[in-house]
């Protein structure tokens, strides 16, 4: 079956009290019991609710695994991840991520003895110096927020699993549409729900996805025990989005390519990052491992105060935190997505005061080139 037919398909039968076509929100908390452990499954919605089974059979099929858990927010569901480490383990992540996963091991689980190295992640022989005796979990971004830096997800994978290390892949910026991290080796995959598989900027969510029924067991005891899920009304616009996702993400690989093809002709822009362009140092990993390169491009002038002066002039590109939604944003990592990461390892992983991030829409590519072309004069 392919991409799109699953996206509008997979989970979702006619609604069998009305047959109807899109499946109902089930805005219940709990259910009824014909007697004491008889039951259609249901007892309590924080355990399972019928909107939230549907749309977790749903992503699951995108992204070709077996099992999803859907939570609030990404970041619940990377804190959710990070329940499989305990006391004295140790967890190799990569070094260019987004600042909300740096700040939950660095400044949150750092005071359960729960230890992180972040490493550059595009090199393999990184990760195996990192590795201790203690290291449980390998969490990578590919490509990693806000850089683009791409890994070697099936080159990893093996080295995974000749250490018996878990690996997990936050795919938020690919999407299951242009890369399937399970299907490249990968244990876990993540996604902030939020942002593509969202795309409308109108909720937030976060998925675990996996193979494994004794990863399922556990992290679905662990959805249960947090009570951070996804609500019914959340779950119902996530699978409204869905079915959609292709042909959006068809325009925003598009869009960011021509973008970023212009940028990197600017006199005034000294570096672009996209992994489409064939100048990307990671290039030929990104064409071996996906179908497409998403629709984020950063890019890096001389210094703050020229990038503040750009960012002050887009019209059409929103300054604003976020991305993966139809409608352009433009944002300044060091102030905004990242700024919980001290400035000296910022600037360590080339993220400097000059880089601005674009999350290009769907838009009319000539507005948006226009719009960038006024800006940067």
Not at 75 to 87: E, G, H, P, R, V
Not at 206 to 228: H, T
Not at 259 to 266: G, P, R, V
Not at 275 to 282: A, E
Request: aromatic content about 8%; some cysteine.
């Amino acid at each position: 079956m392919g991409f799109s037919t699953k996206a509008i398909h997979a989970g979702q039968t006619p609604d069998p009290a009305t047959n109807a076509i899109i499946p109902p929100i089930h805005l219940t908390t709990t259910y009824y019991q014909e007697e004491i452990g008889k039951h259609k499954g249901y007892v309590y919605s924080r355990s399972a609710n019928p909107t939230r089974d549907i749309l977790q059979k749903n992503l699951a099929e995108l992204e070709n695994g077996k099992y999803a858990l859907a939570f609030s927010s990404g970041l619940a569901a990377i804190y959710a991840l990070s329940t499989i480490l305990k006391a004295g383990d140790h967890a190799i992540i990569s070094n260019d991520v987004y600042g909300g996963t740096y700040r939950l091991f660095e400044r949150f689980l750092c005071d359960y003895k729960i230890q992180a190295t972040f490493v550059d992640t595009s090199n393999i022989q990184n990760i195996e110096k990192a590795i201790q005796p203690n290291t449980k979990l390998i969490h990578i971004e590919s490509p990693t927020n806000p850089l683009l830096s791409i890994s070697d997800i099936a080159e990893i994978s093996k080295l995974c699993k000749s250490k018996k290390l878990l690996l997990s892949v936050d795919n938020t910026f690919m999407t299951p549409y242009f890369q399937n991290p399970l299907d490249l080796g990968a244990d876990i995959v993540v996604h902030s729900t939020t942002k593509y598989l969202g795309g409308h900027s109108d909720l937030l969510g976060g998925v675990l996805i996996f193979n494994s029924d004794e990863l399922y067991e556990r992290y679905k005891f662990v959805q249960n025990s947090l009570g951070a899920i996804l609500s019914p009304f959340d779950c119902w616009l996530l699978l409204r989005s869905v079915k959609t996702l292709a042909v959006r993400m068809e325009r925003h690989n598009q869009n960011a390519m021509a973008i970023a093809e212009y940028l990197e002709k600017h006199p005034k822009v000294k570096k672009v990052f996209y992994p489409g362009l064939q100048s990307h140092p990671q290039y030929h990993i990104a064409k071996k491992q996906a179908r497409g390169f998403g629709g984020m491009v950063s890019f890096e002038v001389e210094n703050f105060e020229l990038a503040k002066s750009i960012l002050k002039n887009f019209k059409i590109f929103t300054l604003a935190e976020s991305l993966g939604g139809v409608e352009s944003l433009v944002c300044h990592p060091a102030t905004m997505t990242h700024a919980s990461i001290p400035k000296e390892i910022r600037e360590k992983n080339g993220l400097t005061d000059g880089l601005i991030r674009l999350s290009v829409g769907i838009e009319d590519i000539e507005d948006l080139l226009n719009d960038i072309d006024q800006a940067l004069k």
